[in-house]
């Protein structure tokens, strides 16, 4: 008798110990933040990621009430640090600082992430592709670019981030499109692309506008070409030209640039989610964060939930079809179980696909 009470007691103290580790999640994650988060931004100091979503960040502590620490993680065009923040507990503590919903990964083959399914991200901010020079160049136009590109096939060294990346992404496009070849640079996001321009080690670089601009009005850059999809006035330098004036066939292209943002590993609770996305939005009221972004021709923009999952999917789908069609991708469309392009709004979507829980 006693041996059968002393296992019911033991049950029940099994039972209380249970409760106690459960109960405590969920005031955690009502009083989160309690401790400093960490925000690991795929590309390096300086480039478009790491400074659109450092002022965010910054702008975000008021509201949340606690240090966000930014740090840097590189490699395999951000697949990397994805794994990184994938790998850690889904507790709201560490963020991704992302650009293009991390459409590049199964594509590539680069990590076993399925953007929309394992992350909940949070558009922020857009930016600008741009072709720019060394301003000793002798390249003056981009329409000069490309009667070299064409007239020395491989010969010219282009700067863009890294294989796969978003600005290694449309010089392949525009490759492709205007039938020219280049000897492509890959560097560890913009920045480091813009900076192998300026010290004259490639002779364009393919990234942000952003990343360029400083430099522009400085005038140890020109500028060949923008992708906002008109021609844009900067005080103190004139016309940065549209390349949708100069390419037609790039014109349903436009506006086209980066887009950045922070993810956050799917399950996190709904609370913490919600305060996240409160913070976000009061972060894109701060003057400072505004200014940052006038300064640097940068755009505003806020996605989240279902519409950000759609929005990585259906870029994904068109990063998976153009890696396909260029043959620099590990597997087909339909190997990763992602439709043709044209047929994406007929396929989301799919059976498997669970939405957040953000609202």
Request: proline letters at 6%.
């Amino acid at each position: 008798m006693n041996f059968l009470l002393s296992r019911y007691v033991l049950s029940v103290v099994a039972l209380i110990i249970g409760a106690l580790w459960v109960v405590p999640d969920t005031a955690r994650a009502d009083e989160w933040p309690e401790r400093p988060v960490t925000l690991v931004v795929k590309y390096s100091a300086g480039g478009g990621t790491d400074l659109i979503l450092r002022s965010l960040a910054k702008a975000m502590e008021s509201e949340l009430g606690q240090t966000i620490k930014v740090t840097n993680m590189t490699g395999g065009v951000g697949s990397i640090a994805a794994q990184h923040v994938f790998d850690q507990p889904a507790d709201g503590y560490t963020w991704l600082g992302f650009g293009n919903f991390l459409k590049h990964f199964r594509p590539m083959g680069l990590v076993d992430i399925t953007p929309w399914k394992d992350f909940d991200m949070f558009l922020a901010g857009n930016s600008l592709a741009s072709w720019s020079v060394n301003a000793d160049s002798p390249i003056k136009s981009f329409e000069d670019f490309v009667e070299l590109a064409r007239a020395k096939p491989g010969e010219l060294k282009v700067a863009t981030d890294g294989k796969g990346g978003l600005w290694h992404e449309v010089m392949s496009m525009l490759g492709a499109t205007l039938d020219f070849k280049v000897n492509l640079i890959t560097y560890d996001g913009g920045a480091p692309a813009t900076l192998a321009a300026l010290q004259g080690e490639v002779d364009v670089v393919c990234s942000g506008l952003h990343e360029h601009i400083e430099f522009i009005k400085a005038g140890k850059l020109r500028n060949l070409a923008q992708f906002s999809g008109e021609d844009m006035e900067v005080p103190g330098v004139g016309t940065l030209r549209s390349i949708t004036n100069i390419v037609p066939e790039t014109k349903d292209m436009a506006p086209f640039g980066s887009m950045y943002g922070i993810a956050l590993k799917r399950g996190t609770p709904k609370p913490i989610l919600m305060k996240v996305k409160a913070a976000i939005e009061k972060a894109q009221q701060d003057p400072g964060f505004n200014k940052m972004l006038e300064d640097r021709y940068l755009r505003k923009a806020f996605l989240y939930g279902e519409e950000a999952d759609r929005k990585a999917a259906q870029l994904e789908v068109m990063a998976a079809n153009l890696f396909h069609e260029l043959e620099i991708s590990k597997e087909s469309p339909e190997e990763l179980g992602l439709p043709p392009v044209n047929e994406f709004n007929t396929w989301w979507p799919p059976a498997d696909y669970q939405p957040s829980v953000v609202e």
